[in-house]
């Protein structure tokens, strides 16, 4: 008998049917012997509409007090299938009960819409565990100090399940979603993707981070600081599949180089729509500038993903960098009236349409030469590349959003990333 956390995404939790779905094969696990705690997300579909109602009646600047709302608003739709998933495996015969983040309580700092998991109180959990009882718990919630409800920023069920699974030492957190792993790249992209058996704790944390959604990056981080063993997989199967099957299906993210680990080089592509381009020209080159910039930027609390200085002449450089497109007019804005003048220029451009595309591999330590297959690979197909980053692990590059798509097939290719690996 193991303590398994289970958790299941929108598109799983889609309908009362597929509610029945997801109850039956919960109870599948529990009559084998294992006891179970269930993370579920909304409904699909569900945040984003209580989030475009909210929409509707905002004030256009969004305060704390607007953001508190935002949580309290949004974080009903796991309620809703919490609720739901008990009721389920009550009438499957099964004795279940749900709790709120709050009730648990899975407690959070205080920055609303993207609050971070401070503790989680396993003592509840336990008592209803020992009392024989499936535990629901939303995903995607938690409570501040002040009682306030929080939310764990969009995809943060996933941080949920996994948070859980550290706090009560489970043998294993198994992610249920709409595809059947973690592939080379997002398949509704590329058809030819290949799922990975196996991958490693860092290539999913870069992949992760660089804008695969499958799994939300913080989830990944959790999984790695505490050693949740993780798994990715199809809450599409029938429920009633052999479970021993079933809990070698999909992906697992593993910690050690073991020899079960694929050993391609780049091991997947990732590519991410929500950054927008910076330029200011014409800055001076001088001790400073990039602090002047970037400093102003920070203290707004906006992220800044790439940055490239170009090469001085005349004693000008240009100054360019990336944030999030939600940051990018108001990025805009802020240095218009607080840095460039100072700065003694008026030329800054901005392009939200851009896109960045990255390979992410373990292998990339050991190999060269990877990088420039990816430039090349990239000029054949007549994209041109604005910005590179790289770190160990993986090559980023920005390019024009309308290529993104080109860009990630003709990269899937290249790497050969729809063959097996030898
Ligand atoms: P859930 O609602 O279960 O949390 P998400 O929509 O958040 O599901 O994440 C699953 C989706 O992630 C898939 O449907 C797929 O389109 C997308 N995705 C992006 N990159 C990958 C990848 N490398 N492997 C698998 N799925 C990916
Ligand atoms: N329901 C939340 C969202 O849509 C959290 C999640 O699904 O993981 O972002
Ligand atoms: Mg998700």
Known sequence: MALIVHKYGGTSMGSTERIRNVAKRVAKWARAGH????????????????????????????????????DMLAATGEQVSSALLAIALQAEGLESVSYAGWQVP???????????????????????????????VTGFQGVDEDGHITTLGRGGSDTSAVAVAAAMKAAECLIYTDVDGVYTTDPRVVPEARRLKTVSFEEMLEMASMGSKVLQIRSVEFAGKYRVPLRVLSSFTPWDIDLAEEAQSGTLITFEDDEQMESAVVSGIAFNRDEAKISILGVPD??????????AVADANIEVDVIIQ?????????????????????????????????????????????????????????????????????????????????????????????????????????????????
């Open 106 to 136: 899975i407690r959070t700092d205080s920055a609303f819409t993207k609050a971070r998991i401070a503790s989680i109180d396993d003592q509840k959990i336990r008592v209803d565990l020992d009392a024989g009882k499936i535990v629901i």
């Open 35 to 70: 006891q179970l705690v269930v993370v579920p997300s909304a409904m699909s579909g569900e945040t984003n509409r209580l989030l475009g109602l909210a929409k509707e009646l905002s004030p256009a600047k969004l305060t704390d007090a607007v953001h508190r709302e935002l």
């Open 310 to 422: 170009n090469i001085a002449r005349d004693g000008k450089t240009d100054f360019s960098f990336t944030v999030h497109r939600n940051d990018y007019a108001r990025t805009l804005d802020l240095l218009k009236a607080k840095v460039l003048p100072a700065l003694g220029t008026d030329r800054i451009e901005g392009d939200p349409r851009i896109c960045k595309v990255s390979i992410v591999g373990i292998g990339m330590r050991s190999h060269v030469g990877i990088a420039s297959k990816m430039f090349r690979s990239l000029s054949e197909e007549g994209i041109n590349i604005q910005m590179i980053s790289t770190s160990e692990i993986k090559t980023s590059v920005v390019i024009d959003e309308k290529y993104m798509e080109l860009a990630v097939r003709a990269l899937h290719r290249a790497f050969d990333l729809d063959q097996p690996p030898a």
């Open 286 to 295: 001088k001790p400073g500038i990039a602090y002047n910039i970037l400093g």
